[in-house]
């Protein structure tokens, strides 16, 4: 058999269906596969490929609603596009406990973002900061030159920083702090910094490097909270030992990690379905866990005077409702429209609730019956459709894998060979 060559040379230049048969020789994909490869959804193929490189196809993945959120007094239906069970059902369980006290009350605190220039080669650091701070007013004028938009709306770019690096004693960053107001803001904050640069090397003599966002925003920050009443937890010993697990994720790294992913399998979800940068949201949220110096909780649980759960996220959050990719994707902008939310700010304040709303699912559920309960029940289902089960055949094998008490694949093709068989 020969050896594979993935260099594929001018795969790029090639039509989508010129790819995908290339890929059927290369991958022996058959005509079932290659159909379904065919299958672009409802997102069409001319669309596919302006959006990505070397396209072949659009990945579907089950979206959701998670319901019974009521944040600052409003009620909302929440999309969420994910592959892992149990999360969606965990997600509107948390809301519903916090609804029975008020629900969610939230806070964004602003869209300022910070783009970075890295100046290199600088005879005297505080002579460079003395010439960048007095030409503040010019280096803000041509960053706003890049965007005549946000300098109408009365945003862009407003202050100037500093941050020192330990690594050379000749290097300067600049933080440029930037309103991008509705938007994410990725692009804008991008052509900003690198217009600035050239006028920066002129007045300091310094040498620029990387000019780009960072991905990091301290300045943009969302804080809400809600209450969980003790009797809808699981009474005084379920709640003891759910205090216990989140000082633990306050103080233990190795805690807090899995803790943190929680609260992004809430959010990652939700930007999914409205097409947003979960990527970015991962390394901002991950980056602010550890912004004190060592990686801790993002959330924080206490008792009121009467022993119910007082539950609060502090979260970088930076999403944009206008700009991106979102408004070229069709059932994106459906479920914008479910979540019929009117700003970013909104948005990212209900991002946070819905992160919130996770990680305290997740807690109860490990304090009381423990997490695999629930998410196993419902993870029977897809081991029952992985082992070729259909129609009424996944009902059965999931109900029986559940009642044997042995979730895992081998017993599911066991059991639905049985049902096969009539036995």
Not at 25 to 33: A, I, P, S, T, V
Not at 50 to 66: C, D, H, Q, R, T
Not at 140 to 158: C, V
């Amino acid at each position: 058999m020969p050896v594979k060559n993935s260099e594929l040379k001018g795969f790029y230049r090639k039509s989508t269906e010129e790819r995908i048969e290339t890929l059927r020789d290369y991958c022996h994909l058959n005509d079932e596969e290659i159909s379904i490869l065919k299958n672009n959804g409802s997102l069409n193929r001319e669309t596919g490929e302006k959006l990505v490189e070397n396209y072949i196809s659009n990945m579907e993945i089950p979206m959701g609603i998670a319901t019974n959120f009521s944040i600052n007094g409003r009620d909302y239906l929440i999309p969420m596009a994910i592959e892992e069970p149990s999360v969606i059902a965990a997600c509107s369980n948390g809301a519903r406990i916090a609804r029975m006290a008020g629900g969610f009350r939230a806070y964004a605190s602003s869209s300022i973002m910070y783009g970075q220039i890295q100046l290199t080669n600088l005879d005297d650091i505080g002579k460079a900061k003395t010439e960048i701070l007095m030409e503040r007013e010019n280096i803000l004028r041509i960053a706003n030159e890049a965007s005549r938009t946000l300098s109408k709306l009365g945003k862009g770019a407003r202050e100037i920083t500093f941050h020192n690096v330990k690594y050379d004693e000749h290097v300067l960053i600049i933080h440029l702090e930037i309103d991008t107001g509705d938007a994410m803001g990725a692009n804008i904050i991008n052509s900003m910094v690198e217009r600035v640069s050239p006028f920066l090397e002129a007045i300091t003599g310094g040498t620029v490097v990387l000019k780009i966002l960072s991905n990091l925003s301290p300045l943009r920050i969302v804080r809400a909270y809600a209450t969980f009443r003790k009797d809808a937890i699981g009474g005084p010993e379920v709640v003891e030992r759910f205090i216990h697990a989140a000082r633990l994720a306050e103080e233990d790294i190795f805690r807090a990690a899995t803790h943190n992913k929680g609260i992004m399998n809430g959010i990652d979800a939700v930007l999914l379905a409205i097409m947003n940068d979960w990527r970015q949201a991962e390394a901002n949220a991950h980056a602010y866990a550890a912004i004190k110096g060592s990686y801790g909780s993002l959330t924080h649980y206490e008792l009121d005077n009467n022993g119910d759960i007082i539950g609060s996220i502090e979260i970088p959050v930076s999403v944009g409702t206008v700009g991106g990719t979102s408004a070229s994707i069709p059932k994106a902008k459906i479920c914008q429209k479910i979540l019929d939310i009117k700003d970013a700010r909104e948005l990212e304040e209900v991002l946070a609730c819905v992160g919130l709303a996770q990680n305290f699912a997740a807690m109860r559920a490990l304090s009381d019956e423990g997490i695999q309960k629930g998410h196993m029940a419902l993870h029977s289902k897809n081991l029952a459709m992985a082992v070729g089960a259909t129609g009424d055949n996944i009902e059965k094998v999931a109900e029986m894998l559940v009642k044997s008490g042995s979730i895992n694949m081998t017993n599911a093709r066991v059991i639905l060979d049985k049902l096969m068989k009539g036995e």
